[in-house]
C-alpha cells in the first residue's frame, strides 16, 4: 500500500543553457486527478516515449473572452512527483486549490514552474529537475496550455519530456519538438514571470518574500505591476547615474591635477631659464666635442697617405733585389716540388695499408660473429635435447596417471545424498536458533530491567534532592520550579554550573531570584505580570543572549524565554515623581516593593514598565481614575482587587480606551510554609521507588538463571552439529572425487597425446639446429682464407710505404743542402718582406684608426646630414685636436661658474606644459558628457519618477486598506536617493495599538503577521499586475482563524473583479462559511490508499458523492 507520508525529494543539477538538463527520482504514492475524476487518457501506455510523441495535443480554440493572454487554461502531468496522471482545468480569475498536507497542492506549483522552462530552485526545493520523476517511473511528462494572443487560432501548448536515466528534458510547442531556448522566449513574449516573488511565491520561499530586501523589492515590484517602459527606464537611470557619477570623479580628479600641474608650472619658471642657459653651453661643448672627431680624422688621413708611400718604395727594392738573384733560387725551388710529390705519394701509400688492416679487421669480427651463432646453436640443441628426455619422462608418468585412474573408477563410494544430511544438521540448527531467540527475548527484557532501574534511581535521588530542599526557602522556590514549569528548572541547574562560560553574569528566573519585600502587595505585582515574566533568564550581552540560546534549544531541546537588557536599572525613572502618585490613590510603584539583582529588575522595567506602574491596597476612586488617565505617564496599576491597563491611540486624537480584569491570587513569590502533604507525598515515591528497584533486582537474577540454564543445553547440542558436519564433508568429498575422475582420465589422455606431439616436434628441432650449425661451420672456414689472403695484403703495403718514405727523408736532405748555399741571399729577401710588411702593418693601423675617427665623425653629424658636417667643419676650420681641447676647457670653465639644476626639472617643466594641455581638453570633454547625462536623467525622470509615484501610491492605497479591515496598519513608502541603485520600497506595518510602524522584516514580525502582510501586498499588485497569472503557496499558514478569514474575503473581492488576472492559492485548510464568488474555481486534490485506480478514475463523481452525503445527513435528522 503506498505510503500516507509525503517524503522531502532530494536535490540535484538543473542545466538551464541546455535543451535536456538532469533529473533524478523520489518515491511518492499514486495521485490522482482533479476536480474529482481521472483522464480518460491511458496513463501506463504514455509512458512510452513514441506513443507520447504520436499523441495528439489537446488544445482549445484561441479565445480572449475570459482568459487573458498567456493566462493557463490547462495543466497536464504524468508520472510526475506524485502524480500518476492528472488535469487541471483553471479558471480566468481565482484559482482556490484545496486538499489536506502531502497530496501534491504543491506538486501543480511545480509543474507550473518547469513546465514554463523556469529552473527548479524558484521552487526553493530541488535544484535539479530530475528530482521531479515519479519513483519507479522513467519518464514525466507536463503539458500547460496557455492562452494565445488576440487574432491567434489556437492557444500555445507547452509540453515537457523528462527522462530519468540520462538526466534530459525534451521540448515540443504546438506539437512541434522545440529547444529550451525557444519555450523561454515564448514565455517572455507573454510577460510570464515565475522568477518574480511578488507573482510567483511557492510553499518555500514565503519566507525568501519577507527577506527581500527593500532595493529587490522594488525591482520586483515594477517587474510585477508597471509597464515593461518602467523597468527599461529604471534600468536606464541605473546605468546614467553609475556613469555620470563615474565622470563627475574623472572631473574632480582633472581639475585637481590640472590646479596642480599650473601652480607647480609657475614655481619652476627660474630654474628652468638657468638650466636652458647651461643647455646652450653644454650644447656648443658637444659640437666641439663633435668638431675634435672631425679634427682626429683629417690627422689620421695624413698619417695614411704617408704610410702608403712608404710601403710602396719597400715593394720597389724587393723586386730589384730577387731579379738580381734569380736563378740560384730556381734550384731550390725545384727541389722543394719534389720533396712535396714525394711527401703526397707517403700520404698514398699510407691510406692504403690503412684500408687492409681495417679490411683484415672486418673479417676477424665475421669470424668471430659466426663462432658466437654456432654456439648459440649448440645451447639451443642441448636444451632440446633436455627438453626431449624430460617430456620422455612426463609420458611414462601420464600412463600410469591413467592406470591409476582407470583402476578407481572401478571402485564405487557409498551412495551420499546431502538433502539428508543437510535436514539432520537444520534440526538441530533449529533448536538453537529457538534457544537463541529465547536468549534475546531475555536478554532485551534485562536491558529494559536496567535502563528502568537507571531511570528509577535517578528519580529517587531528584526526590530524595526535592525532599531535602524543602528545609529551605531556595529549595522550596526549586522544588516548586520543577513543578510549574520542568524547562526553566532544567536550564537554571544547566546554568549553574556553567556560570563562568559567559562574558557577564547570566540571570535565571525571576521566580527564584527576586522577592516582594511587601507581602501585602503581592497580589498586586504578580497581577502585573505575565506568567513567562517569572520563569524568564536574563542576559546582559547579545554574545551572551545567543550562547545561552544555542545551548537551551539547539543542545538541551526545552523551551524558555531569554530577554536581553544592557541598560542600567537607574536608568528606569518615573514620569510623575513618588510624591504626586499618592494624590492618585496609588501607595508606590510596584518596582519599590521588589528585591532582586538589578539586571533582573532592569529587565522587568524594560519589558514590563514597572517602575511606571502603580500598586495600592485599595481600590483607587473614580476622581483618582480620572486624574491617572488624564496624566501620560502610568499606563497600569493594580489597586485593590483590580488590574488597570490604559491604551493611547494618538491616530485618533489620544483617544483612550482602559481593560480591567480581577486580580487572582499570585502564585509564585509567597510565605506559604512548607505544604506537608506534599512532604509525605515525596516520601512515599521514594519508598514506591526502592520497592520498584527490589522488584527489578529479583526480576533481573532470574532473567540471567534462565539464561545460564539455555547456555548449557546448548553445549552438546553444538558437538552433534560438528560431528554430522564433519562426517558429511567425508562422504560428500568422496563422491565428488569419484564423480570428477571421467573428467580426470580424459584430461590426462589428452595430455598424453600433446605430450607424444611435442616429443615429435622437439626431435624435428634438434635436427634442424644440426643442419645450421654445420652451414656455418662452412661459413667460418670461408672467413678463415679470406682474412690469411687479407694479411698478405697488409705485408705488401707496409713494403711499399717503407721504400717512398726513404726517399722523402733524401729529397729532404737536398732541400736542406740548397737553402744553405742560398743563405745570405734568402736573409736579404726576409728583411725587404720584413720591411713591407711592418709598413703595410702601420699602414693598416692607420687605416683602422682612421675608420674609427670617421665613424665618430657620422656619429657626431647623426641626421643633420651635409649642414651638420659644414658646420662642424666651420666649427673646427684648421685647427688640430689640441686647439679644439683647449676651447672645450674653456667652455666647460664657463659651465663650472652656473649654479647646477636638476636637468629633470626641464623635462617635467615641458611635460606638465603638454599635461595641462591635455587636461584641459579632457576637462571640457568630461564637462560636456556630463551636461549630457544630466539632460538624459531630467528627460527620463520626467517619465519615470511619476510612473513609479503612481505605481507605489495606488500599491500603499490598497495595502492600507487591507489593513485597516483587520484594525492594523500598514503602509508602502519609495524611498528616494540619488543613486537610483538604492532606490527602494519600504512596508511598514503594525499589529497592535500601543506599536508604531515598523519596517517588515524577517526579525521582527512573527510568522503569522509576515504570511498576512505578504498576502496583503500581493493583492494589492493584482489589478496592477503585468504578468498574465499568479501562484501563491500556502500564504495563510501561521494566521489565526480571523485573519485568515479577512485574507480570504479580500482575496476573493480582489482577484475576482473583471478584467484581472489569472490568480492560484494553494492551500491546505480551509475554515467554513468562506466567501465564494461565482468567478472563482475550487480544485480539490483527492488522494490516498482508497482511490480507485487511474482507468477508473472517471466513474468517481463528487457531485453524487455529496448528494449521497447529504441525503444520509437528512435521513440521520
Not at 502587595?521 to 502585573?528: G, H, R, V
Amino acid at each position: 500500500m503506498p505510503s500516507l507520508q509525503p517524503r522531502r525529494r532530494p536535490r540535484a543539477r538543473f542545466e538551464e543553457e541546455n535543451d535536456e538538463s538532469s533529473l533524478s527520482d523520489s518515491p511518492k504514492r499514486q495521485r490522482r486527478d482533479i476536480n474529482g475524476a481521472l483522464s480518460d487518457e491511458d496513463g501506463d501506455d504514455q509512458s512510452d516515449d513514441g506513443d507520447l510523441r504520436r499523441r495528439r495535443i489537446k488544445s482549445s480554440p484561441s479565445s480572449t473572452g475570459e482568459f487573458q493572454t498567456g493566462a493557463i487554461v490547462r495543466v497536464l502531468v504524468q508520472d510526475f512527483v506524485t502524480y500518476e496522471h492528472a488535469e487541471f482545468n483553471p479558471g480566468p480569475n481565482l484559482n482556490m486549490v484545496i486538499g489536506p498536507n502531502g497530496t501534491g497542492k504543491s506538486s501543480l506549483v511545480c509543474a507550473i514552474c518547469l513546465g514554463l522552462g523556469f529552473h527548479p530552485r524558484h521552487l526553493g526545493r530541488a535544484s535539479n529537475v530530475g528530482e521531479f520523476v515519479k519513483h519507479g517511473k522513467e519518464n514525466a511528462i507536463v503539458e500547460i496550455e496557455l492562452q494565445g494572443q488576440p487574432g491567434e487560432p489556437s492557444n500555445h501548448v507547452i509540453r515537457l519530456q523528462i527522462r530519468k536515466e540520462d538526466n534530459k528534458t525534451k521540448w515540443w510547442i504546438n506539437g512541434k519538438e522545440s529547444t529550451h531556448s525557444a519555450v523561454k522566449a515564448l514565455t517572455n513574449d507573454l510577460r510570464i514571470q515565475i522568477d518574480n516573488l511578488c507573482q510567483f511565491l511557492p510553499q518555500d520561499r514565503v519566507a525568501e518574500f519577507a527577506g527581500l530586501t527593500p532595493v529587490q523589492l522594488l525591482h520586483e515590484t515594477l517587474r510585477a505591476a508597471a509597464p515593461e517602459e518602467m523597468i527599461t527606464w529604471h534600468n536606464q537611470l541605473k546605468e546614467l547615474h553609475k556613469k555620470h557619477k563615474e565622470v563627475k570623479s574623472r572631473l574632480d580628479t582633472c581639475g585637481e591635477t590640472l590646479k596642480g600641474h599650473e601652480a607647480r608650472q609657475q614655481g619652476s619658471q627660474a630654474d628652468v631659464d638657468r638650466l636652458r642657459e647651461r643647455e646652450a653651453i653644454q650644447k656648443k661643448i658637444q659640437d666641439l666635442q663633435s668638431a675634435r672627431a672631425i679634427a682626429e680624422y683629417n690627422s689620421f688621413r695624413r698619417i695614411v697617405t704617408e704610410a702608403k708611400q712608404k710601403s710602396k718604395d719597400a715593394m720597389k727594392r724587393l723586386q730589384e733585389l730577387e731579379e738580381a738573384c734569380g736563378p740560384a733560387l730556381q734550384a731550390v725551388n725545384r727541389k722543394q716540388e719534389y720533396r712535396q710529390r714525394i711527401e703526397a705519394v707517403v700520404g698514398e701509400r699510407k691510406n692504403a695499408l690503412k684500408h687492409a688492416e681495417n679490411t683484415c679487421d672486418r673479417l676477424l669480427q665475421t669470424i668471430e660473429t659466426q663462432e658466437e651463432q654456432i654456439k648459440h646453436l649448440q645451447n639451443k640443441k642441448n636444451a632440446e635435447e633436455g627438453s626431449h628426455n624430460s617430456k620422455r619422462a612426463d609420458l611414462a608418468k601420464i600412463r600410469r596417471t591413467i592406470t591409476d585412474l582407470e583402476a578407481k573408477l572401478l571402485n564405487r563410494p557409498p551412495e551420499f545424498v546431502a538433502s539428508d544430511w543437510n535436514q539432520r544438521i537444520r534440526q538441530q540448527e533449529h533448536i538453537l536458533r529457538e534457544n537463541e531467540a529465547e536468549k534475546r527475548t531475555l536478554r532485551d527484557q534485562f536491558d529494559e530491567l536496567k535502563t528502568r532501574n537507571a531511570r528509577q534511581n535517578q528519580e529517587k535521588e531528584q526526590l530524595e534532592r526535592d525532599l531535602k530542599s524543602l528545609n529551605s526557602q531556595e529549595g522550596q522556590k526549586l522544588v516548586h520550579l520543577r513543578k510549574v514549569h520542568p524547562d526553566a528548572a532544567k536550564g537554571w541547574e544547566w546554568l549553574q554550573e556553567h556560570q563562568d562560560e559567559f562574558e557577564k553574569e547570566v540571570f535565571g528566573p525571576p521566580m527564584l531570584n527576586c522577592s516582594i519585600t511587601n507581602q501585602q502587595y503581592s497580589d498586586q505585582i504578580q497581577a502585573l505580570l505575565a506568567a513567562e515574566d517569572f520563569f524568564c533568564f536574563t542576559c546582559q550581552t547579545r554574545n551572551d543572549h545567543k550562547k545561552l540560546s544555542a545551548q537551551f534549544f539547539g543542545n538541551l531541546g526545552i523551551s524558555v524565554t531569554i530577554r536581553t537588557c544592557g541598560s542600567d536599572f537607574s536608568s528606569f525613572q518615573p514620569v510623575i515623581p513618588k510624591e504626586q502618585i499618592r494624590e492618585m490613590g496609588l501607595d508606590a510603584y510596584a518596582i519599590e516593593y521588589l528585591e532582586g539583582p538589578e539586571p533582573v529588575l532592569a529587565m522587568l522595567c524594560s519589558e514590563k514598565r514597572l517602575h511606571i506602574s502603580g500598586v495600592a491596597l485599595r481600590d483607587v476612586s473614580n476622581d483618582q481614575y480620572e486624574l491617572i488617565a488624564s496624566r501620560d505617564g502610568i499606563p497600569s496599576w493594580a489597586t485593590g482587587p483590580l488590574m488597570y491597563r490604559i491604551t493611547r491611540r494618538r491616530e485618533y486624537g489620544n483617544a483612550v480606551s482602559t481593560t480591567t480584569r480581577k486580580i487572582q491570587q499570585g502564585r509564585f513569590w509567597t510565605d506559604q510554609p512548607v505544604d506537608q502533604a506534599e512532604r509525605t507525598a515525596l516520601q512515599r515515591r521514594i519508598d514506591e521507588a526502592n520497592e520498584e528497584a527490589r522488584e527489578i533486582k529479583r526480576q533481573g537474577q532470574e532473567i540471567r538463571k534462565r539464561i545460564a540454564e539455555i547456555d548449557e543445553a546448548e553445549q552438546p547440542i553444538h558437538e552433534q552439529i560438528e560431528a554430522l558436519r564433519r562426517e558429511k564433508n567425508e562422504l560428500q568429498k568422496a563422491a565428488t572425487q569419484y564423480a570428477t575422475l571421467g573428467d580426470k582420465i580424459a584430461t590426462e589422455k589428452r595430455a598424453l597425446e600433446s605430450t607424444q606431439k611435442d616429443l615429435a616436434d622437439c626431435r624435428k628441432r634438434i635436427f634442424e639446429y644440426s643442419a645450421q650449425e654445420d652451414q656455418l661451420v662452412v661459413e667460418k672456414a670461408r672467413s678463415v682464407l679470406k682474412q690469411k689472403e687479407q694479411l698478405s695484403r697488409i705485408r705488401d703495403a707496409h713494403q711499399a710505404l717503407l721504400e717512398v718514405q726513404i726517399r722523402l727523408i733524401e729529397a729532404q736532405s737536398d732541400v736542406k743542402g740548397l737553402e744553405k748555399q742560398n743563405a745570405n741571399i734568402k736573409q736579404q729577401l726576409d728583411e725587404k718582406k720584413a720591411e713591407i710588411t711592418s709598413a703595410r702593418n702601420e699602414m693598416e693601423k692607420m687605416k683602422a684608426a682612421a675608420t674609427v675617427a670617421r665613424k665618430k665623425v657620422m656619429e657626431a653629424i647623426g641626421d643633420g646630414g651635409e649642414e651638420r658636417l659644414a658646420y662642424l667643419n666651420a666649427l673646427v676650420g684648421e685647427k688640430t685636436t689640441e686647439d679644439v681641447d683647449h676651447e672645450i676647457g674653456a667652455e666647460s670653465t664657463k659651465l663650472e661658474l652656473i649654479h647646477g639644476v636638476d636637468p629633470a626639472i626641464l623635462r617635467q617643466y615641458e611635460k606638465r606644459a603638454q599635461d595641462i594641455e591635455d587636461l584641459t581638453r579632457k576637462k571640457e570633454e568630461l564637462n560636456a558628457k556630463l551636461e549630457s547625462y544630466v539632460r538624459k536623467i531630467t528627460q527620463i525622470m520626467e517619465q519615470w519618477e511619476p510612473g513609479v509615484d503612481g505605481v507605489i501610491g495606488k500599491i500603499n492605497d490598497a495595502f492600507s486598506y487591507n489593513f485597516e479591515q483587520i484594525n492594523c496598519a500598514g503602509e508602502v513608502s519609495i524611498h528616494k536617493d540619488e543613486d537610483f541603485e538604492q532606490w527602494a520600497i519600504e512596508i511598514k506595518v503594525k499589529f497592535r495599538e500601543n506599536e508604531t510602524l515598523q519596517q517588515l522584516n524577517q526579525h521582527r514580525q512573527s510568522g503569522g503577521e509576515r504570511a498576512v502582510s505578504t498576502i496583503f501586498y500581493l493583492m494589492a499588485l493584482q489589478s496592477m499586475a503585468q504578468a498574465p497569472f499568479r501562484v501563491v503557496d500556502e500564504i495563510n499558514q501561521g494566521m489565526d482563524p480571523r485573519n485568515e478569514r479577512m485574507v480570504h474575503e479580500r482575496m476573493v473581492e480582489i482577484a475576482c473583479r473583471e478584467h484581472t488576472s489569472q490568480y492560484f492559492l494553494i492551500t491546505p485548510k480551509l475554515l467554513t462559511g468562506l466567501r465564494y464568488d461565482e468567478r472563482m474555481r475550487v480544485l480539490c486534490i483527492a488522494s490516498g490508499e482508497h482511490m480507485p485506480p487511474a482507468e477508473d478514475a472517471r466513474k468517481l463523481d463528487f457531485a453524487n458523492l455529496v448528494k449521497i452525503q447529504r441525503r444520509l445527513v437528512a435521513g440521520a435528522a
